[in-house]
């Protein structure tokens, strides 16, 4: 057995304006990586498109349709400050959600244990009436949505360690108290939100903000003494990652002091907590990580582990 790796060359084709962190070079570096002959033996797949039902237990049909209408035929459409859509956002957005979901119904499937999902536009921004943050729908919730109303599951964990915080994923499960949401971030920093006193409506959401110059050393302090007990507490039988590389040190967008030997370390820790609650089933979609060199090495520590633990 093998991990599963969905991708698709829609990714390419979401294009943002020059200058715009969020750019398709980015994708084209995690191919790359993963083109890497240490790599042949992923399972890779095609990502196929969201099902409209996927994102509708997420967004409402008024946010949907909205995304369509923008979709430009040529040149640039903005959303705000920092969202685009050129004439392939639609298409690679569509894709991004897919992935996510169709790993999770893989992964259940028992096809896999472990998956990674290497598309883009990011999710974790998108709220349930917002696009924003570069993101255009919340495909990790949609993928925690399905695998709890479609596959029955009664508890799902979602981890988001991206630098920046995923007010878009809390949205989406402010009120699902079958979803344990934990996110370490740095604050301040944008969006913004991410504060302890944000808890959900069933107090199942853990955010655990870290400082400005915070280290890997750090970080793992406070995934062991805090994430990693409540997800065990929590025994999630399926966990989701939002695996952003942004917090690695060399990354322009923030101040974190990660390292790509960090990314290994919290994926192997959550890969051992999915080895006790959840038949070691683990799904991660690339969010954030703007310094190509950087997020191609993190990528490639993750998924190496992710393989390492699915071939188990």
């Known amino acids: 057995m093998t991990t599963l790796l969905y991708t698709h060359p829609a990714s390419q084709s979401h294009v943002t304006p020059d200058g715009h962190p969020e750019q398709v070079a980015r994708i084209d570096a995690v191919v790359a990586a993963l083109a890497h002959p240490s790599f042949a033996e992923l399972d890779r797949r095609e990502a196929p498109e ?60 028992g096809e896999a244990r472990t998956a990674f999902c290497a598309t883009r536009p990011p999710g974790h921004h998108a709220e349930r009436e917002k696009p924003m943050g570069f993101c255009l729908f919340g495909s990790v919730a949609a993928a925690a949505k399905r695998a709890l109303d479609v596959h029955g599951l009664s508890r799902v964990a979602i981890v988001d360690f991206d630098v920046h915080h995923g007010n878009g994923t809390q949205d989406l499960m402010w009120d699902e108290e079958r979803c344990l949401f934990v996110s370490t971030h740095q604050m301040p920093l944008y969006p913004g939100t991410g504060a302890p006193d944000e808890t959900g409506a069933h107090g199942q959401i853990l955010n655990l903000p870290l400082p400005s110059g915070a280290d890997g050393a750090l970080f793992r302090k406070v995934m062991e003494e805090r994430a990693l007990p409540a997800l065990r507490a929590f025994a999630p039988e399926l ?50 990580g703007y310094d190509l060199e950087a997020l191609a090495a993190s990528v490639a520590a993750h998924v190496t582990v992710l393989m390492e633990r699915g071939a188990r």
Request: with cysteine; net charge negative; proline share 4%.
């Open 239 to 288: 966990i989701l990652i939002s695996a952003g590389f942004d917090a690695h040190r060399s990354d322009p967008l923030a101040g974190l002091d990660f390292t790509e030997e960090d990314f290994a370390w919290v994926t192997g820790a959550l890969c051992d907590l999915a080895d006790e609650t959840a038949g070691g089933r683990v799904v991660s979609s690339l969010e954030g």
């Open 50 to 109: 969201a099902r409209r039902d996927d994102l509708l237990r997420v967004h409402p049909e008024a946010h949907i349709a909205f995304v369509e209408a923008s979709a430009p035929q040529d040149g640039f459409v903005s959303l705000d400050a920092d969202t685009w859509m050129s004439p392939g956002s639609l298409q690679a957005a569509l894709r991004a959600a897919g992935a996510a979901c169709a790993a999770v119904d893989a992964v259940l499937a």
